[in-house]
């Protein structure tokens, strides 16, 4: 079997699974999770074996799927590249252990069929981002995971704040998708081709220039999908969805989607281009860690944490690392899709009591679940040897490293900012940890928790306990304790992964050098000062696992801004309710009144008039009828001899 | 020959074709208004015999032929029209046939 029929057969399943799900197994219950579930085992099982077997070459091929005259036509096909390769593992697996974490999840649930419908189209829908090879099948993907993620999110359709959340996310993303399709119009009618691996040879063979207006305008299908500024007001509602989804498509794969699409188009992002993101990326890690503080929901808290990283990859691409970005990803597929399969074994556990004061003194009730929450805690905090150490550490290196070796000032803004978000992660998760696990139980609920079923315990061992801890440990090749544990990870994965990381130049490696040359080893200090720093502050702070938020008791006004996350929802409504409504009632005047009233009444009377008129002719008496024609005739007649002029 | 000349003609032909236009808008009998519409066929076609005469040219005869033989086919048809409503409606006068109007 040659590899792309095995990418065809990877991508085909869950579509096949989504298929018998929606048409046979609508009122399945368990019969459709386990359809669902063995779908995605046969993705993770096919995906490793196709990628122990990929020997690092690039792979393309395409069918044409629209032949348009001589010179147009439209193709759809595969391009598996080191990213894609990355992106893959990580949806196959995160995928897979998300599927069996939702069979427990969802067990009282009463839709099942419909959640694992949903879930198997997202897989279907999130592997054909991964390996489409041109952009308008990226697109045609891109609006099949956002449908998914809609539909998934007002899973809970008879609640209101959940239909809510799907419009709001549905209406936000039009507008990130509409900018999205323009610039995939202007690159297709510019470069003559959609086609990704022919665009990047044309910049590449200086054919054509990259254009700055196009990454721009792609860079508005990436804000709307990864809700990065001004775009991420969306994210946070979405939590209204179940949580297997909130960790599943808002967390690890879809909302990383568009820092994978970024990478892919990279060749096309010029300078400019890059700054842009570079700020807005830097810009989000600290808005949204400000944000979470001020948030008592747990889940809303993670999904702020997740815009937060999200920033940081953006701000890896911005600093010309995407191979960075790349990694950043899959550490943080691992440990925040832990963290939220923690929260939703802890919401289940509490009976849907999602209010962090609500809970306490968990640890004891239930271990695995907070030993994953504490290792995830500490690896997105970027604590050394762990995942997230090894590639968000690297991005506030790299963003140094880019200001030592002279490249501009942006650099040390960038720096500045994610150090600062560093520094609020940690307060942040330390707040949330010490909140739910630690102190005694503030509510009945709570006091009656235990630990999760099987379904739910063993994705948080094998995500949290072991990725969330050792996914980074195979970069470094000497590992850690003399590459000990390099054998937890087979070496085939290891190397596709290294590759991965460093194969779109310069990706983590030439951050790390950058960083090693400016030789500022304070920055290592500095970050890891600032996560002590942050992790005792919220010991003293929240240690006893309080009821109620001590911030909000001690700085009210502080806590409202956090709150209200910045106001920027009541910007937005303001924005629609006044001044798009007064812009839409002014429009709907022009129609009535102008374009109904007189161009098409007015049309139509003109017309009835006439007939009004000639109605009156046409009595009936054929002497009636011989007048006016006569009349007509000596009209005319009169005309012809040139008596009336 | 002499004496009589065009003007002659043409007058009889006006006073044909203004009998026939009258006999058309005033007779109510659709037999009738039907020979006044010949009646008005054939003054046309005095007035372009008598041109053809005096102009010296064969334009107006050739003109006359095919109204002739143009005037023979419509009366076939028309005829047959005018017998078909009778016998559908029994009645040839006009103003009772007004199954069309309002």
Known sequence: MNPLQLLAIILLTPL?????????????????????????????????????????????????????????????????????????????????????????????????????????????????????????????????????????????????????????????????????????????????????????????????????????????????????????VWLTDAMAGPTPVSALIHAATMVAAGIYFMVRVFFLLTPFALEWILWSGAIMTVFAGF??????????????????????????????????????????????????????????????????????????????????????????????????????????????????????????????????????????????????????????????????????????VVLGWVLSLGAGWFVYHW??????????????????????????????????????????????????????GGFLFTFFFYGRGPAQDRLQVKAPGLYHVFERHGWFDDIYDFYVTHIQQRFADFVAFIDTAVIGGLVVRGSGAVAGLVGMVSRSLHVGSIHGYVYWFIAGVLLFGAFALGLLR | MSGIGLNAYLFVAGLLFALGFFGVLLRRNTLVIYMCMELMLNAVNLALVAFSRFNRTMDGNIFVFFIITVAAAEVAVGLAIIVALYRKRRTVQVEELNALSN
């Open chain 1, 16 to 232: 096949v699974s989504a298929g018998v799900i929606c048409l046979f197994l609508r009122r399945g219950g368990y019969w459709a999770s386990a359809v669902s579930v063995v779908a995605a085992f046969v993705i993770m099982v096919l995906s490793f074996v196709f990628l122990i077997q990929w020997d690092g070459q690039t792979l393309t091929g395409s069918l044409t799927w629209l032949q348009l005259g001589q010179d147009y036509s439209f193709d759809l096909g595969f391009l598996f590249n080191h990213e894609a390769a990355t992106m893959l593992a990580v949806v196959a697996f995160v995928g897979f252990w998300i599927h069996v974490f939702s069979v427990g999840y969802m067990d009282d649930d009463k839709d099942k069929g419909r959640f694992f419908g949903g879930l198997s189209i997202f897989m279907f829908s999130m592997l054909g981002i991964v390996l489409s090879d041109n952009l308008f099948m990226v697109f045609v993907f891109w609006e099949l995971v956002g449908f998914s993620s809609y539909m998934l999110i007002a899973h809970y359709w008879d609640k209101d704040f959940a239909a809510a959340a799907s419009k709001k996310a549905f209406i936000v993303n039009r507008i990130g998708d509409f900018g999205f399709l323009v610039g995939i119009a202007w690159a297709y009618h510019y470069y003559g081709t959609a086609d990704i691996s022919q665009i990047t040879a044309q910049i590449a063979s200086g054919q054509s220039g990259a254009v700055t207006g196009i990454g721009l305008l792609l860079m508005c299908g990436f804000i709307g999908k990864s809700a990065q500024f001004p775009l991420q």
């Open chain 1, 479 to 532: 590992g850690w304790a003399d590459g000990v544990m390099n054998a937890l990870v087979p070496a085939d994965v290891a190397q596709f992964m290294i590759e991965g990381y460093s194969h779109a130049a310069p990706g983590w490696e030439g951050a790390h050098h950058l960083f090693e040359e400016s030789g500022a080893h304070w920055v290592e200090y500095l970050s890891i000062g600032c996560i002590i």
């Open chain 1, 291 to 460: 944000c979470a503080l001020g948030q008592n929901d747990i889940k809303k808290t993670l999904a702020y944490s997740t815009l937060a990283h999200l920033g940081y990859m953006a701000t890896a691409i911005g600093l010309g690392f995407p191979g960075l970005a790349i990694m950043h990803m899959a550490m943080h597929a691992c440990f925040k899709a832990t963290l939220f399969l923690c929260s939703g074994s802890v919401i289940h556990a509490c009976h849907h009591e999602q209010d962090m004061f609500k809970m306490g003194g968990l640890w004891k009730k239930m271990p695995v679940t907070f030993i994953a929450f504490l290792v995830a805690t500490l690896s997105i905090s970027a604590v050394p040897f762990t995942a997230g150490y090894y590639s968000k550490d690297t991005i506030i290196a790299g963003a140094w490293g880019k200001f030592a070796a002279g490249h501009g000032d942006a650099y040390a803004w960038a720096f500045g900012l994610t150090m600062l978000g560093a520094l609020l992660t940690a307060l942040y998760m330390g707040r949330m940890l010490f909140v739910v696990f630690f102190g005694k139980p503030n509510s009945e609920k709570a006091s009656h928790a235990h630990e999760s079923s099987p379904w739910m315990s063993v994705p948080l």
